[in-house]
C-alpha cells in the first residue's frame, strides 16, 4: 500500500427519498425504505400516476404512393 487510505467511491449517489425526503437507503434505492418503495408503486399500479400522450389518434393507415 502506498500510506493513502482507501477510498471508496458508492455505486450510486445518495438520493434524498421521493416519498418522504430522508435519505435513500441501498437496499430500497431510490427509496428510504420498503414502505416508501410500497407506497411509489401502488400510486403506480391504481393509476395515480399518469404518462401524458397525446390526444390524437391516427386518421388511418398510411399508404404509399410508390406503385
Not at 416519498?19 to 403506480?44: G, I, M, T
Not at 390524437?56 to 404509399?64: L, V
Request: aromatic content about 6%; overall charge negative.
Amino acid at each position: 500500500m502506498t500510506g493513502r487510505p482507501a477510498t471508496v467511491t458508492p455505486l450510486r449517489p445518495r438520493r434524498q427519498c421521493p416519498e418522504c425526503r430522508r435519505q435513500s437507503d441501498r437496499e430500497n434505492y431510490p427509496f428510504c425504505s420498503a414502505r416508501c418503495k410500497s407506497v411509489d408503486l401502488n400510486r403506480w399500479l391504481t393509476g395515480a400516476y399518469v404518462i401524458p400522450a397525446s390526444e390524437e389518434e391516427p386518421s388511418g393507415p398510411e399508404t404509399d404512393d410508390e406503385g
